[in-house]
């Protein structure tokens, strides 16, 4: 054997018979790491990945070396894994497919190369038994299929010992120590766990080389000084980026004790990991694969092969002794000592070699053949487990992203409590959907949704938000926000950004937003730069005063480093063209400190506007830390005292009815879509736009629950003016058989280019003006239609299992047997007979527009041990024929899962359709349908041919109804609402 004696024959690179069986092993293992590999979403550490990966490869190099700023947490990582997922992104569409990619090719090629490996370190026999191992092993599946360096890490590291064995050999040949440098150099850009390695490496070389000095000290000095060259080679190789390294060590470092880092890593946790992964069944897999590998223990020292084995044990425990030595901050997990898990496999692989050595008759194929079987039958728990994981017993932020996208309506921005971390997952599968903070170009009223950490201890309460949604990763409210800008220029401003007024306040700004984590001021996209503008406006007959503006600013230092950030001040009275007043970076900061203040003089107001500004702008770096600002405050100037100033609430009013389209009241109408305020004062004002008591009685009298978006108080503290939207808490207009009046709320005559309708929808024909749309589809009560003006569509139904029993089945077509959950968003069946519900989406005789569908659906069920509880989904274009979309069905030793398990499908019809069924059937009281926040039954029916191309809309107020008994409620929208989101999948 290659580490056991330097005499033993080289055994030559050959395939041989058994290439066809690793090649189908190989195509196997391919399979079961690309099997439904995009249901479950990406996690957070594949989010670190993606948060720079995504990235121009100017941004994405220095910010991996130097933990640049990003959406993200630290990624210690060096660039390789994230340079391949770039190029998959590059060269695949943008789905989770695509970033998990790289991982599952890595992962995959491992399987030959532990084949490759076995061969050269112990037997034919073993080498299959643990390609068989490696391939079937949801251990290995795991990090296949996981967007994050490991898979990498593995192959390399595997091929640089399989490469060192060859040139270990008294017949190694140059090549074999090219390999080895290669192989090394890519594991090293490929993890930090690669100086582990490559020092069990050099352990492996230098004791070869002491058991060569005893007979041939030449050999043993030839050896040493090969083992040197690929030593400077592979250094020479990773030297561009030890900087990078060394900065890596110096962020994770820790001066506190550690030892409770290794409180997940025990020795239970991490055999079963190995042996039987996320295997929730009663069979005692880890202690018979425990037995197992103990076998082959005995097995490997019978047959004289303790030295590979020892090199095999240095190889695959230095990461661990690494782990316990150096003093770090992260805490170890499985996921760190992944190299222990091949000394597992190879060890069981023997014990699979000890049980074929029995039967001495069967020809080398039969052995080979039945070590593959043995092993196959050792990795039942995969087989039994596979179909769960992956649709993970784990709630779905894509469920909860949908559940926003539902919501919609006429919505169109969306902020974060934080510029980071939600804002990475949001964007990624929501990009396009909203409007974002990373432009703010102008000063029109907008609404918006606010996601919030669910885990934050303290957050800071903002008030006039509407609650949307709790969830376990996310809260979601939604809120307007009224641009009053410019401000006065002749009263104290303050700003300290723990809110969210800066949005009312700022007069423009690219890619800046509040981060109320912080309270600062921060760039929204942390790799380019940033600018927002405040306006300050004079009043008439001011003059040239000079007001001061004092700017505060908050640093956030790396734990081994400054950050690069560059945060600037500018003044002038062209926005276009301001002028530098003040640069500030890091080093300006006194040492020990976090915070600095400095005062700005502005410049006079332009003599013709009355208007200066202020700019507040960063430049990011690409090194850890953080540079923000913490305040703004105007001190201004005294004011000549013969000066009449109109009170400032007027003015702001003045500036709210010029950036907003604000009306007086609403003339006995409710208001159909659009973005107008309606504005109310303590007395008639139609110089401001704002009606008086009466008209806000009326409006109220129509919106009864509404509450102001915003206020104007005066310098006693009392509210002189109010502004409502209706829009924000009642996005619809109910219309039904008798005609109302409506106010379309665009400001001017348009064409709506969507038309969002819900409630009972049941194809009736809905008369706005003289325009006639009929409704192209009938569905289930509660409901929504989105047409768009090209004649596409789309029917969403996400109904909440938290609803009374009889509003459930109401919504249904047919049903039987069906129950209530108590106390749980769930339906089950009455008794222990099984049961359904039927949904149905149908259209007019002929018109046949349904094209498609795609149903997320959450069941869970008992797990008898035989296989009868089970929740299974199918569809029927025709009510008679049904298709199979998904089942979840009981395995294991009776306990629940599933309830949070996302099943999900998308089916494209051959042929449009008038109908379209969608049946859950349940075994009995042992399977459950779940729909609640976060884990909502979601069906979105796809349209096309609807008839709808756009709906005219006047300026004025117009009657409205629809025909037929059953009301429905409208909301037209200027832009197309978003037909479905694909949320990055490839179902």
């Not at 100086?195 to 050999?219: M, P, S």
């Not at 949307?468 to 809120?479: E, I, N, Y």
């Not at 007043?581 to 332009?606: E, N």
């Not at 038309?755 to 009560?781: C, E, F, W």
Request: net charge positive; with cysteine; proline share 8%.
């Amino acid at each position: 054997m290659t580490f056991a004696d330097s005499h033993a024959p080289r055994r030559a690179f050959s395939l041989g018979p058994d290439w066809a069986l690793i090649a189908g092993l190989t195509l196997v293992g391919l399979w079961l790491r690309l099997y439904a590999l995009d249901v479950v979403g990406l996690w957070w550490d594949e989010f670190v990945t993606l948060g720079r990966a995504s990235w121009p490869l100017r941004d994405m190099l220095p910010s991996l070396a130097f933990e640049g700023p990003s959406d993200v947490s630290l990624d210690s990582s060096p660039p390789l894994f994230h340079l391949l997922v770039h190029a998959s992104l590059v060269l695949f569409p943008a789905t989770d497919w695509a970033v998990k990619l790289p991982s599952v090719i890595a992962g995959t090629l491992t399987i030959p190369v532990v084949w490759l490996l076995g061969r050269r370190l112990f037997s034919n026999t073993t080498a299959m038994a643990a390609a068989t191992l490696c391939a079937l092993s949801l251990f290995h599946i795991h990090y296949s299929r996981e967007a994050r360096p490991y898979a990498l890490y593995l192959l390399f590291a595997l091929l640089g010992l399989y490469f060192l064995s060859r040139a270990l050999a008294a017949t190694g040949r140059r090549r074999d120590w090219i390999g080895f440098t290669l192989a090394n150099i890519l594991m090293f850009y490929a993890s930090y766990l690669a100086a582990a390695t490559f020092f069990a490496e050099g352990l492996i070389v230098a004791a070869r080389a002491a058991l060569l000095w005893r007979r041939e000290r030449r050999a043993a000095l030839r050896l040493l000084a090969k083992a040197a060259c690929c030593a400077v080679a592979v250094f020479a190789a990773y030297l561009p980026w030890l900087p990078a390294h060394i900065f890596q060590v110096r962020t994770i470092h820790a001066d506190g004790p550690t030892g409770d880092r290794f409180d997940s890593a025990g020795f239970a946790a991490v055999l079963k990991a190995f042996a039987a992964a996320y295997y929730q069944g009663g069979a005692p897999w880890p202690a018979f694969l425990a037995v197992l590998a103990g076998v082959g223990l005995a097995r490997h020292i019978a047959m004289g092969r303790l030295r590979p084995l020892c090199a095999l044990g240095i190889w695959s425990l230095c990461a661990l002794g690494m782990a316990a030595a150096l003093p770090t901050q992260i805490h170890v997990s499985i996921r760190y000592l992944v190299n222990i898990f091949f000394l597992y496999v190879y060890l069981a692989a023997g014990g699979i070699e000890a049980v074929c050595a029995l039967f001495r008759r069967l020809s080398a194929k039969s052995v080979t053949a039945l070590a593959v079987l043995l092993a196959a039958a050792c990795s039942m728990p995969t087989f039994e487990t596979l179909p769960i994981y992956v649709k993970r017993d784990s709630p779905s932020i894509k469920s909860v992203l949908a559940d926003l996208i539902a919501a919609k309506d006429n919505v169109d921005w969306l902020f974060y409590y934080r510029n980071r971390h939600l804002k990475i997952v949001a964007d990624w599968y929501l990009r396009g959907a909203f409007r974002t903070a990373a432009a703010l170009p102008d000063r029109r009223y907008r609404r918006f949704f606010l996601l919030t950490p669910d885990d934050l201890v303290h957050k800071r309460p903002l008030a006039g938000l509407v609650p949307v949604a709790k969830s376990f990763w996310a809260d979601s409210a939604k809120g307007g926000v009224v641009n009053r800008s410019p401000l006065p220029l002749d009263v104290p401003y303050a700003a300290d950004f723990a809110d969210l007024s800066f949005f009312a306040d700022v007069y423009s700004a690219d890619n800046m937003a509040p981060d109320l984590g912080y309270a600062t001021l921060a760039l929204y996209d942390c790799r380019i730069p940033g600018r927002a503008v405040f306006a300050f406006a004079a009043p008439p007959g001011f003059g040239q005063a000079k007001a001061r503006a004092t700017v505060d600013f908050s640093l956030r230092p790396g734990k081994a480093s400054l950050p690069e950030t560059t945060a600037t001040v500018a003044v002038g009275t062209d926005p276009n063209a301001l002028v530098t007043a003040a640069t500030v970076r890091a080093a300006d900061f006194a040492p020990g400190t976090t915070h600095k203040r400095l005062t700005v003089d502005l410049p006079a107001p332009d003599p013709a506007t009355g208007l200066v500004y202020i700019a507040l702008g960063l430049d990011p770096g690409h090194v850890d830390g953080a540079l923000e600002f913490a305040g703004l405050r105007l001190a201004p100037p005294a004011s000549p005292p013969t000066l009449a100033v109109r009170p400032v609430w007027e003015r702001r009013a003045t500036a709210i009815a010029a950036n907003t389209r604000v009306l007086p009241g609403l003339d006995g109408a409710a208001v159909l879509g659009g973005e107008t305020l309606f504005g109310f004062a303590d007395t008639d004002r139609p110089d401001l736009s704002l009606g008086g008591p009466e008209a806000l009685a009326a409006y109220l009298a129509t919106y009864p629950d509404d509450a102001p978006v915003a206020t104007l108080t005066d310098a006693a503290g009392n509210i002189r003016a109010r502004y409502f939207d209706p829009g924000l808490r009642h996005p619809f207009t109910s219309v039904s058989s008798a005609p109302r009046p409506v106010l379309p709320g665009f400001g001017r005559a348009i064409t709506a280019r969507g038309l969002v309708a819900s409630g009972d929808l049941a194809g009736q024909t809905v008369r706005v003006g003289k325009t006639r749309l009929t409704l192209p589809v009938a569905a289930p009560a509660g409901s929504k239609l989105l047409l768009d003006a090209d004649g596409k569509g789309l029917v969403h139904f996400s109904p909440g299992f938290d609803a009374p029993l009889s509003a459930l089945l109401s919504q249904t077509l047919l049903d039987h047997a069906v129950a209530a959950v108590p106390g749980s968003p769930a339906l089950t069946c009455a008794g222990d007979a099984p049961c359904f519900l039927t949904y149905a989406v149908t259209a007019a005789p002929g018109a046949a527009p349904i094209t498609g569908f795609r149903l997320a659906w959450y069941p869970r069920v008992l797990t008898d041990g035989t296989g009868h509880n089970r929740v299974r989904a199918t569809y029927s274009t025709d009510g008679a024929t049904y298709h199979v979309l998904g089942e979840l069905r009981s395995a294991g030793d009776f306990f629940w899962y599933g309830g949070k398990m996302r099943m999900a499908r998308e089916v494209r019809l051959p042929h449009p359709a008038e109908k379209l069924y969608v049946r859950f059937a349940l075994s009995g009281g042992g399977a459950q349908l779940w729909s609640a926040p976060g884990t909502r039954l979601s069906l979105d029916v796809g349209l096309a041919n609807t008839g709808f191309a756009g709906l005219p809309l006047p300026a004025s107020v117009v009657p409205a109804q629809s025909d037929g008994p059953n009301a429905c409620a409208v909301l037209p929208t200027r832009e197309p609402p978003p037909l479905g989101w694909p949320l990055r999948e490839r179902m």
